[in-house]
């Protein structure tokens, strides 16, 4: 007689969770969400409250420095102070000094912003709040979803979107009423946020052998970064495309473009990089190439179009159609990037490397943006644009031929 214990059916396996949508990634895809938005509407916010308060334009230059410096110069630290403490603890903390921050700024523009030490302090609060907060938001997509890509594509789509829609509604609300209901509704998204982080349920995270030192942990990062030729070797053809062609161009497209054609017209050929920017993530969330590097490369191929568009003179629908070429190759490039750094380096040092790749790309931008005026100056607007339209394209062929960019695979899964 068989055994009816042992014949009796196996009970059915339980589904394993969506690739992308899962609880995880949803309570995450909010918080971030929340915060980009934020981010986005802060610069508009201050630089309209700041001149509409009858505070020159050095004041609304000084603001900016004082938001942007400190996230530059810190974001190491945050790097190594969330594989320490946990990406996760360092992200609702930076969440909490955003939302005490805000509720401030609120405070203070509802009284005139009179004493702009106190403005500048709270910024340079909300700069390193988000220099702790960058390194684990790329460390902690691995672990909310199991199509880190797709995830990446998610992401980089409402990044794009909440910069389009961000300073858009930041303009809109201090227009019917005053910066300090930008700073309510921000400190309200940064609350959000924190709630969110705090209900995510991860497993273990790696974390660096404990008894090291800061400085250690920092040396450590910078070998597994340097260590890794691919990695480097973005960020180094990155800083040089920041310096020459990215940083400088929105400032002299705004010369040429806003006396001709209006500030309008700026506006939506900007729209216009956004939309391309949200179409390229789309397009990442399908298509999984098995050289992730080299399609984004590919992908950004069309990038001199539009400083070269600007030299020839083009019609703003045209000048357009190249910002949006451009930004499907930029949102796909992101993807790609981000998934291949998640995915490629272990988690123990994730947060740590990512920290370096930030202060390698981002901190070259506003060089490339301070040297516009003066390069200007020294050679004219069309020579500036066609070195940064020459210098685009060479970006794209940099990372084509160099073997370890070019060969990097697709990994499916994180690095263990």
Same mark, same amino acid.
């Given at each position: 007689?068989?055994?009816?214990?042992t014949?009796?059916?196996?009970a059915?396996?339980?589904?394993?969770?969506?690739?992308?949508?899962?609880? *995880?990634?949803?309570?995450?895809?909010?918080?971030?969400?929340?915060?980009?938005l934020?981010?986005?509407?802060?610069p508009?916010?201050v630089?309209?409250?700041?001149?509409?308060?009858?505070?020159?334009?050095?004041?609304?230059?000084?603001?900016?420095a004082?938001?942007?410096?400190?996230?530059?110069?810190?974001?190491?630290?945050?790097?190594?102070?969330?594989?320490?403490?946990?990406?996760?603890?360092m992200?609702?903390?930076?969440?909490?000094? *955003?939302?005490?921050?805000?509720?401030?700024?609120a405070?203070?523009?509802?009284?005139?912003?009179d004493?702009?030490?106190?403005?500048?302090?709270?910024?340079?609060?909300?700069?390193?709040?988000?220099?702790?907060?960058?390194?684990?938001?790329s460390?902690?997509?691995?672990?909310?979803?199991?199509?880190?890509q797709?995830? *990446?594509?998610?992401?980089?789509?409402?990044?794009?979107?909440?910069?389009?829609?961000?300073?858009a509604?930041?303009?809109?609300?201090?227009?019917?009423?005053?910066?300090?209901?930008?700073?309510?509704?921000?400190?309200?998204?940064?609350?959000t946020?924190?709630?969110?982080l705090?209900?995510?349920?991860?497993?273990?995270?790696?974390?660096?052998?404990?008894?090291?030192?800061?400085?250690?942990?920092l040396?450590?990062?910078?070998r597994?970064f340097?260590?890794?030729?691919?990695?480097?070797?973005?960020?180094?053809?990155?800083?040089?495309?920041?310096?020459?062609?990215?940083?400088?161009?929105?400032?002299?497209?705004?010369?040429l473009?806003?006396?001709e054609h209006?500030?309008?017209?700026?506006?939506l050929?900007?729209c216009?990089?956004?939309?391309g920017?949200?179409?390229?993530?789309?397009l990442?969330?399908r298509?999984?190439?098995?050289?992730?590097?080299?399609?984004?490369?590919?992908?950004?191929?069309? *990038?001199?179009?539009?400083?070269?568009?600007l030299?020839?003179?083009?019609?703003?629908?045209?000048?357009?159609?190249?910002?949006?070429?451009?930004?499907v190759?930029?949102?796909?490039?992101g993807?790609?990037?981000?998934?291949?750094?998640?995915?490629?380096?272990?988690?123990e040092?994730?947060?740590?490397?990512?920290a370096?790749?930030?202060?390698?790309s981002?901190g070259?931008?506003?060089?490339?943006?301070?040297?516009?005026?003066?390069?200007?100056?020294a050679?004219?607007?069309?020579?500036?644009?066609?070195?940064?339209?020459?210098v685009?394209?060479?970006?794209?062929?940099?990372?084509?031929t160099?073997?370890?960019?070019?060969?990097?695979?697709?990994?499916?899964?994180?690095?263990?």
């Open positions: 007689m068989p055994d009816l214990l014949d009796r059916p196996a059915p396996a339980a589904a394993p969770p969506p690739a992308i949508w899962s609880r *995880n990634f949803r309570y995450y895809f909010t918080a971030r969400s929340a915060g980009l934020s981010w986005a509407m802060l508009v916010a630089s309209a409250g700041l001149l509409g308060g009858g505070h020159g334009l050095a004041s609304a230059g000084y603001a900016m004082f938001l942007i410096g400190p996230f530059a110069g810190l974001v190491l630290f945050g790097g190594v102070l969330a594989d320490r403490f946990t990406a996760r603890r992200m609702i903390g930076a969440d909490l000094a *955003n939302l005490v921050a805000h509720v401030l700024l405070l203070l523009f509802l009284h005139g912003a004493r702009l030490w106190q403005l500048y302090a709270l910024l340079a609060v909300a700069g390193t709040a988000n220099a702790m907060f960058q390194p684990g938001a460390s902690t997509v691995p672990l909310v979803s199991r199509d880190v797709g995830a *990446n594509g998610v992401l980089r789509t409402a990044e794009a979107l909440t910069g389009l829609g961000g300073p509604l930041a303009g809109v609300l201090v227009g019917l009423g005053d910066t300090a209901w930008v700073m309510a509704i921000s400190a309200v998204a940064y609350g946020s924190a709630l969110c705090l209900a995510l349920r991860l497993g273990p995270v790696p974390a660096p052998p404990a008894g090291q030192g800061l400085w250690r942990n040396a450590a990062g910078w597994e340097r260590a890794r030729s691919w990695l480097w070797g973005v960020i180094v053809i990155w800083m040089v495309f920041a310096v020459l062609s990215s940083g400088p161009l929105l400032p002299l497209a705004a010369g473009v806003v006396p209006g500030a309008t017209a700026f506006g050929i900007n216009a990089l956004g939309a920017t949200v179409a390229g993530g789309l990442a969330i298509y999984k190439p098995a050289r992730p590097l080299a399609a984004g490369a590919v992908a950004m191929l069309a *990038n001199p179009l539009y400083p070269l568009g030299v020839l003179d083009w019609p703003v629908w045209l000048l357009a159609a190249a910002q949006v070429a451009a930004g190759g930029v949102g796909f490039w993807v790609m990037w981000a998934t291949s750094v998640q995915t490629q380096v272990p988690g040092v994730l947060n740590r490397v990512h370096y790749e930030v202060a390698g981002v070259m931008y506003p060089v490339g943006s301070a040297l516009a005026g003066p390069a200007v100056a050679f004219g607007t069309d020579r500036v644009l066609l070195v940064g339209a020459a685009a394209l060479l970006t794209s062929l940099a990372l084509l160099a073997h370890p960019v070019r060969t990097l695979p697709r990994a499916s899964s994180p690095s263990p």
